[in-house]
């Protein structure tokens, strides 16, 4: 996981999901890249789950250790449960690596589901762990999602935004002329 650390993000999904997961995957490490006010909340529940050896939060990172961080894991984790769009799926799809997120507004737009990842229900831990475990389980199923993932961020970009902008207030624009 990589953003805020913040109630509405429920990351407490992705720290139960992690327990179910551990217990085939005892190899199994998850890193959470971000910072804010329910951090020590969250501490609290993974080593209440018994889950510091799991669970590594690493406090704000660097744009080049985000990337790093996204490109070198097998699935990228995204359990917020409101979202006006979700960059950082993107980003993650764009660094080849697969995701799992909730199936909310927002995240629907940005995720490819089944092709660049998975959608599942908000806050449903055993749903987050049984999409993770299948990516971890299914080298196969996850070079498929990793491909995928890179084709799908391909379709978004900043320039291609800004002319789809341009293009719709020149549509306005000559829609209030003709007032």
């Known amino acids: 996981y990589l953003g805020r650390l913040k109630a509405y993000k429920s990351i407490e999904t992705l720290i139960g999901a992690a327990g179910r997961?551990?217990?085939n995957h005892p190899n199994l490490k998850v890193k959470i890249a971000g910072f804010g006010e329910s951090r020590k909340d969250l501490e609290k529940l993974a080593t209440s789950r018994g889950l510091t050896d799991v669970v590594e939060f690493l406090g704000k990172v660097s744009e080049k250790v985000k990337r790093r961080l996204m490109a070198e894991s097998w699935v990228f984790v995204y359990p917020s449960t409101m979202e006006g769009w979700?960059?950082?799926?993107v980003e993650a799809n764009?660094?080849?690596t697969a995701v799992v997120a909730s199936r909310v507004p927002g995240l629907v737009d940005s995720l490819s589901n089944p092709h660049s990842g998975f959608l599942v229900?908000?806050?449903?831990e055993e749903a987050f762990a049984e999409k993770i475990g299948l990516i971890l389980d299914n080298a196969k199923l996850r070079r498929r999602l990793e491909l995928g993932a890179r084709a799908w961020a391909k379709k978004f970009s900043w320039d291609k935004s800004a002319n789809q902008l341009f293009e719709l207030i020149s549509l306005m624009e000559a829609e209030n002329e003709g007032d």
């Not at 979700?86 to 799926?89: D, K, R």
């Open 94 to 96: 764009a660094a080849g």
């Open 86 to 89: 979700g960059i950082s799926v």
């Open 21 to 23: 997961v551990k217990e």
């Open 121 to 124: 229900p908000a806050r449903d």
